[in-house]
């Protein structure tokens, strides 16, 4: 009995499967191909498929295949190329779809907080200053001479209440309404012009620093094999997949939610198909070079160097 390996893991479905069955998919799909008159390099072209997984299925030795999930969409694709109905021929002879098997977990990636910030050092307050400074006198040996100390701040604050008046009164003279404008000294006395000069007070304003915007649809990859790999969706909006064929024609299975909605499409080149999903979507797709995707308006992370059937699932968080 031969045992199909899907991803690394079998499956009971696929060990049911029997080498002649294999076999007799394989002459049949071969003698069709030879009716219509069509190589292996015409299939090669028109389904984006290897030549030797097309030889391996005619051969029914489906070892050379990379597992079940593949040899249903090769064989598929293949029988759609035909003319034939590749999705009956598919369950006829490979049973049902099957669950994909569980992928290599990969650790999420650690968010690193930035290291917090120091206190900062408040100032000492006044009364605290004042004992430092009498403390250091003590210690140096000069008396703190708190008389001066209070006769120089009476003098200071007379100052400011002077220069205050001052203002105000310079402030009262230039503003009354019976002065349209400035008196003129008298040429020939000497008097010079006493006119206040008021100084213009530059405000800075602070710097507008635009906050970081992230993107709406964010993508963290959570598992990856040799031919798959799946992704966390952080958005709080149903998917939306918009896909497009840009360089190329490229061959499509989807199933959203955990259902086949799209069992077998090519894409031409120019061609654009939009798939929904609630929680969950799943795209076996045959060559990503080929074409651009993106989920929720924003580009999705494709590998570009899967030239074969790769599997991209994405999980709405």
């Known amino acids: 009995m031969f045992h199909l390996q899907s991803n690394g893991s079998s499956s009971s479905k696929d060990a049911e499967i029997s080498k002649a069955r294999l076999h007799e998919l394989g002459e049949y799909l071969k003698r069709t191909r030879e009716a219509k008159g069509k190589t292996i390099d015409e299939v090669v072209e028109a389904t984006k498929i290897r030549s030797r997984y097309v030889l391996a299925i005619e051969d029914g030795d489906f070892s050379v ?9 090769f064989v598929r694709g293949y029988a759609d190329y035909l003319g034939l109905d590749g999705a009956k021929i598919t369950n ?25 910030m120091p206190p900062r050092k408040s100032k000492p307050a006044e009364g605290t200053r004042v004992m430092a400074e009498r403390k250091r006198s003590r210690v140096v040996g000069k008396p703190v ?24 009164v310079a402030y009262s003279s230039f503003s009354s309404p019976s002065s ?22 530059h405000v800075t304003k602070p710097k507008h620093h635009p906050k970081t915007v992230l993107p709406s649809v964010q993508f963290v990859q959570t598992a990856t094999g040799n031919y798959s790999t799946t992704y966390s969706v952080m958005t709080n909006k149903p998917l939306r997949v918009s896909v497009k064929a840009v360089s190329g024609k490229c061959w499509f299975e989807v199933t959203a939610d955990g259902n086949v909605i799209v069992p077998s499409l090519t894409l031409q080149p120019g061609g654009e198909q939009i798939w929904k999903a609630n929680n969950s979507i799943t795209l076996l797709i045959g060559d990503s070079a080929n074409i651009e995707m993106t989920i929720n308006g924003v580009n999705a992370p494709l590998n570009k160097h899967a030239n074969a059937g790769f599997t991209y699932t994405f999980n709405r968080k």
Not at 95 to 108: D, K, L, N, T
Not at 145 to 155: L, Q, T, V
Not at 180 to 201: D, E, H, I, L, R
């Open 92 to 116: 006829q002879y490979l049973g049902s779809s099957a669950e994909p098997s569980q992928e290599e977990s990969v650790a999420p990636k650690t968010v690193v907080s930035p290291p917090a």
């Open 145 to 168: 001479n708190h008389r001066r100390s209070k006769s120089s701040a009476i003098m200071w604050i007379a100052g400011v209440v002077l220069l205050f008046t001052a203002a105000v």
């Open 65 to 73: 295949l990379p597992g079940i999930v593949y040899a249903r969409g």
């Open 180 to 201: 349209s404008s400035p008196k003129t000294p008298p040429s020939g006395t000497g008097q010079s012009n006493a006119g206040s000069v008021v100084a213009k007070t």
